[in-house]
């Protein structure tokens, strides 16, 4: 398979977990978050999402790398942004979570706004890497 072949082989990759955050998220605005047992869900889809655009991350960039560096560079930026924010923004899950079960009423407001800022976050990176489409393509 050629270099560009590859890298619009990778975009797909990319588009799999980013669609399907974006598709199975949008649930969980429908129900309270004052439910234990649903944000856990919440917490472990978040987790698992950063994951997956780490190592989906690490695939596009190699695959990027040799056809198209300049996209390369936008996939790694992506990647360490998964990497980097990870941490942080369970971080700051936990502490929502810690601050309902104690009986803080705020926190439920602040885990809605934690969901609202990654299912954004998560809709512009897919317009992102589906507006690059095109270029990609061109370049193939």
């Not at 980013?18 to 919440?42: E, N």
């Not at 930026?77 to 079960?101: C, E, H, K, N, V």
Request: with cysteine.
């Amino acid at each position: 398979m050629r270099p560009d072949a590859v890298a619009v082989g990778a975009l797909v990759i990319l588009l799999f977990p980013m669609g399907y955050f974006l598709l199975a998220s949008p649930a969980f605005l429908l129900v309270k978050l004052d439910i234990p047992p649903v944000t856990q869900l919440l917490r472990g889809m978040f987790n698992i999402q950063f994951r997956m655009m780490s190592v989906a991350g690490f695939i596009g960039t190699a695959a990027f790398l040799p056809a198209q560096p300049l996209f390369a560079v936008g996939i790694g930026l992506m990647t360490a942004f998964a990497i980097w924010g990870r941490p942080r923004f369970m971080q700051q899950m936990d502490d929502q979570l810690s601050a309902r079960d104690a009986g803080d009423t705020d926190a439920v407001r602040q885990l809605r706004r934690l969901h609202w800022s990654g299912m954004l976050c998560n809709a512009a990176l897919i317009a992102a890497v589906v507006a690059s489409i095109p270029y990609v393509a061109m370049s193939t």
